[in-house]
């Protein structure tokens, strides 16, 4: 009797031509559910952390259930996560070789804790990474092409609600502080509505998104495209709705072992936007700046 051969023996992303997981996971995005979508821009920005979790460890980064990494696996046509996660390690490798991988550097620094860290000891350093992460990712022409939006804009407004509301009000007091017109948009409130009424094509749109953007950010985000005005999103997920309807993107990671993100990268992001416009014409913020803090 003749043999017949075993089933597909490539991961089924490269069994359909992709040569990544990553480039097969945001070929099919707009497919899946958006518990799933959670797991997949998860996967997609923390390769090197998924080829090594749990498929628990990794619902909870992702904000969701275990079933549902089980069923994301299987909707890639994965039998179950650990092929899925087997193919993540393959890839992973893959980019450490050549030298595409974060850390990949040939000398490794000292690390910040001793290997018995406590709790706030090991949030300290998911801080400090999360920010070197952010810095190594970042896109020198993005920034700069943000900065310019900043300092060119009749009006700037900043979109962020929930936990992005705070951020919205501290970026805008920063902008402010250079005599830019700034406002942000935190609430579904009557005043905030008539804010995004007024969007028009010299309105610099800023979307600011933590995981799963709100359904107000895409709202303004979309309007903004509608009325051709330039858009700017900061986001912590590359496949995030928000960055896919905006012109400039900028990702921070927000990795944390505690039980919220951490938003130290996203702050750091936020100060360095506003010291780029100040260092266009420092000379020309430096007496209002000084008049602020001798309030």
Same mark, same amino acid.
């Given at each position: 009797?003749?043999?017949?051969?075993?089933?597909?023996?490539?991961?089924?992303?490269?069994?359909?031509?992709?040569?990544?997981?990553?480039?097969?996971?945001?070929?099919?995005?707009?497919?899946?559910?958006?518990s799933?979508?959670?797991?997949?821009?998860y996967?997609?920005?923390?390769?090197?952390?998924?080829?090594?979790?749990?498929?628990e460890?990794?619902?909870?980064?992702?904000?969701?259930?275990s079933s549902?990494?089980?069923?994301?696996?299987?909707?890639?046509?994965?039998?179950g996560?650990?092929?899925?996660q087997?193919?993540?390690?393959?890839?992973?490798?893959?980019?450490?070789?050549?030298?595409? &991988?974060?850390?990949? *550097?040939?000398? @490794?620094? #000292?690390? =910040?804790?001793? $290997?018995?860290?406590?709790?706030?000891? +090991?949030?300290?350093?998911?801080?400090?990474?999360?920010?070197?992460?952010?810095?190594?990712?970042?896109?020198?022409?993005?920034?700069?092409?943000?900065?310019?939006?900043?300092?060119?804009a009749?009006r700037?407004l900043v979109?962020?609600?929930?936990?992005?509301?705070?951020?919205?009000?501290y970026?805008?007091?920063?902008?402010?502080l250079?005599?830019?017109r &700034?406002?942000?948009? *935190?609430?579904? @409130?009557? #005043?905030? =509505?008539?804010? $995004?009424?007024?969007?028009?094509?010299? +309105?610099?749109?800023?979307g600011l998104?933590?995981?799963?953007?709100?359904?107000?950010v895409?709202?303004?985000?979309?309007?903004?495209?509608?009325?051709?005005?330039?858009t700017?999103?900061?986001?912590d997920a590359?496949l995030?709705e928000?960055?896919?309807?905006a012109?400039?993107?900028l990702?921070?990671?927000?990795?944390?072992?505690?039980?919220?993100?951490?938003?130290?990268?996203?702050l750091?992001?936020?100060?360095?936007?506003?010291?780029?416009?100040?260092?266009?014409?420092?000379?020309?913020y430096?007496?209002?700046?000084?008049?602020?803090?001798?309030?």
């Amino acid at each position: 009797m003749k043999r017949t051969s075993a089933t597909i023996t490539a991961p089924p992303h490269e069994a359909r031509g992709h040569q990544t997981l990553s480039a097969y996971i945001q070929a099919r995005f707009d497919e899946f559910s958006r518990s799933q979508k959670d797991v997949a821009q998860y996967i997609v920005d923390h390769l090197d952390e998924v080829a090594f979790q749990t498929a628990e460890e990794l619902a909870r980064r992702a904000n969701t259930s275990s079933s549902t990494v089980v069923r994301f696996s299987q909707a890639l046509g994965f039998e179950g996560f650990p092929e899925l996660q087997h193919s993540a390690r393959e890839e992973y490798r893959r980019n450490v070789a050549s030298g595409q &991988a974060a850390g990949s *550097a040939t000398t @490794s620094p #000292e690390p =910040l804790f001793s $290997l018995d860290q406590n709790e706030f000891e +090991t949030a300290i350093a998911a801080d400090y990474q999360n920010v070197e992460e952010t810095a190594r990712r970042v896109s020198r022409s993005d920034v700069e092409a943000a900065i310019n939006a900043i300092a060119s804009a009749d009006r700037v407004l900043v979109c962020g609600t929930d936990q992005m509301a705070f951020f919205a009000s501290y970026f805008r007091h920063l902008l402010m502080l250079l005599d830019l017109r &700034a406002e942000i948009v *935190a609430s579904p @409130s009557q #005043e905030a =509505l008539s804010r $995004l009424g007024r969007i028009d094509d010299r +309105t610099l749109v800023i979307g600011l998104s933590a995981g799963r953007p709100h359904p107000l950010v895409v709202r303004a985000m979309k309007l903004a495209r509608h009325r051709k005005a330039p858009t700017l999103a900061v986001v912590d997920a590359t496949l995030s709705e928000v960055a896919k309807l905006a012109q400039i993107k900028l990702y921070y990671s927000s990795n944390s072992p505690a039980y919220v993100r951490s938003h130290t990268a996203l702050l750091s992001t936020i100060q360095a936007l506003a010291y780029g416009v100040y260092s266009r014409d420092a000379d020309q913020y430096a007496d209002r700046i000084k008049a602020f803090r001798l309030k």
